[in-house]
């Protein structure tokens, strides 16, 4: 079955650790994408990657790091810089030379911060 | 500049009765066009999408959009709700620009169906 992975599903974190969430296609897709949700709002475009060995901030960058060393992997990881990061996580993937950019999403990971 | 305005952040509706969902969005170049859903804790599934094919797109489970130029808008229409649909619904609007796409999603309309 060809789609995306994220784990865990949960994630707790207390002040001041760093966390790294997980994301994983079997798509072989080119382009991948990290966003944030918060109730109420649509999603917000952490950092994205079009090709191995490169990536781009978002829009809410700040208090993130990402890597993308293989085309399967996309991993996020959540500093201790980021002020609030209780949120619902998620990624997704889109075939580069896509003409209209569809993006498939993972199920998501939900981080609380304790 | 581009943007997306979903214009109900709720729509209720009975169970059997249609549902709108609408859209209005902003681009300065050719558009792409997506609705999608999201059931509680879950990724977001595509329902359909516009492409400058057929304005008039049919998508999964009975759902389908028009696409109004002249209008600016992409509402989502269904017939009949089924208890099933209720879940939010984010109208995303993509553009190719130099540099690659770039992609903005609405706020979402959450659907609520009645018994």
């Known amino acids: 079955d060809g789609g995306i992975t994220q784990s865990p599903k949960y994630l707790f974190r207390k002040e001041g650790q760093n966390v790294t969430l997980s994301c994983e296609q079997n798509l072989n897709h080119d382009a991948m994408y990290w966003y944030r949700q918060d109730p109420g709002q649509g999603l917000r475009l952490i950092y994205y990657?079009?090709?191995?060995?490169?990536?781009q901030k978002g829009d809410i960058a700040e208090g993130y790091s990402v890597s993308r060393e293989k085309k399967e992997s996309f991993p996020l990881t959540v500093t201790s810089a980021q002020k609030n990061p209780t949120a619902f996580y998620l990624c997704?993937?889109?075939?580069?030379?896509?003409?209209?950019?569809?993006?498939?999403f993972g199920p998501g990971t939900r981080l609380t911060v304790l | 500049a581009q943007s997306v305005t979903q214009l109900d952040s709720h729509v209720s509706v009975s169970e059997g009765t249609p549902v709108l969902l609408r859209c209005n969005y902003s681009?300065?170049?050719?558009?792409?066009l997506f609705w999608y859903v999201q059931h509680p804790n879950k990724g977001l599934q595509l329902l359909l999408k516009?492409?400058?094919?057929?304005?008039l797109v049919k998508g999964i489970n009975g759902f389908e959009a028009e696409f109004k130029k002249s209008e600016t808008s992409f509402h989502l229409t269904k017939p009949s709700a089924h208890m099933s649909d209720a879940a939010e619904y984010f109208c995303v609007v993509s553009d190719l620009r130099t540099g690659g796409f770039k992609t903005i999603f609405g706020a979402g309309t959450r659907l609520f169906v009645k018994a």
């Open positions: 516009y492409t400058s094919a057929a304005t």
């Open positions: 997704a993937s889109s075939k580069e030379r896509d003409s209209y950019n569809e993006q498939f």
């Open positions: 681009s300065s170049y050719s558009p792409s």
């Open positions: 990657s079009q090709i191995v060995n490169d990536f």
